[in-house]
């Protein structure tokens, strides 16, 4: 699959669960982006990363943790959650580390938090 | 960071008929103006965008236009079809981080047949 691929597609979990989201680019981009998409809320930035090094933490709580291990992987690593945490997460990527370029998105994975 | 507002925050129209969608934005240094489309169960992509040394843009059926002096942008749907029917955000940006990376809350066009 082309441009930005996300797994899973669909992720149930219980509050005590350790589970991880996988982001993967194939787009030669060097920007990586995290963002919440909740119910009637608009898009919220969580993290930037910029050739691999992180960028952007926008007050994100510790329950949520980000790593990076190269420029087309991305990782979001989610542990102790709570039902608010409910929601689309999706991934983007940009071709350069400014905020002027195209963001690419991925298909998001459907989180559901019991 | 930016303060982004769109409205309407939902815009139902007859097929054929043409749909405006505003976004206006806080920062005046503000010099980069996308607008993007999610569909039902989709991926947001950008459908157009809009520098600020531009004043309007066009792309066959869609047009975005500026007013940096009123700190307002438009994205402007003629001749919609049910295809058009999706979720518009707008996303107004600053050079200058990525702190100033906020999209407004959506708009839901519908177009009915």
């Known amino acids: 699959e082309t441009g930005v691929t996300q797994t899973p597609r669909h992720l149930v979990m219980g509050m005590t669960n350790k589970k991880s989201l996988k982001c993967e680019q194939h787009l030669g981009h060097n920007a990586m982006y995290w963002y919440k998409q909740s119910a009637k809320k608009p898009l919220e930035l969580m993290f930037v990363?910029?050739?691999?090094?992180?960028?952007e933490n926008n007050s994100v709580p510790s329950r949520f943790s980000p790593e990076c291990p190269n420029s087309s992987h991305l990782f979001l690593h989610l542990h102790t959650l709570q039902p608010e945490d409910s929601a689309l997460y999706l991934c983007?990527?940009?071709?350069?580390?400014?905020?002027?370029?195209?963001?690419?998105f991925g298909p998001g994975t459907r989180l559901t938090v019991l | 960071g930016e303060n982004v507002e769109q409205h309407p925050s939902t815009l139902s129209v007859q097929e054929g008929d043409s749909a405006v969608i505003k976004c206006t934005y806080s920062?005046?240094?503000?010099?980069?103006f996308p607008w993007y489309k999610q569909e039902l169960g989709k991926r947001p992509q950008l459908i157009i965008d809009i520098r600020s040394n531009v004043g309007e843009k066009k792309d066959q059926r869609i047009a975005v236009t500026l007013n940096k002096t009123a700190k307002h942008f438009s994205l402007h749907i003629t001749e919609t079809q049910p295809e058009d029917s999706a979720v518009y955000f707008c996303?107004?940006?600053?050079?200058?981080?990525?702190?100033?990376?906020?999209f407004g809350k959506g708009t839901m066009l519908l177009v009915s047949p």
């Open positions: 920062d005046s240094a503000s010099n980069y």
């Open positions: 996303a107004p940006r600053v050079n200058s981080g990525y702190s100033t990376l906020t």
């Open positions: 983007a990527s940009s071709q350069e580390s400014g905020s002027l370029n195209e963001q690419f």
């Open positions: 990363y910029s050739l691999e090094e992180r960028v």
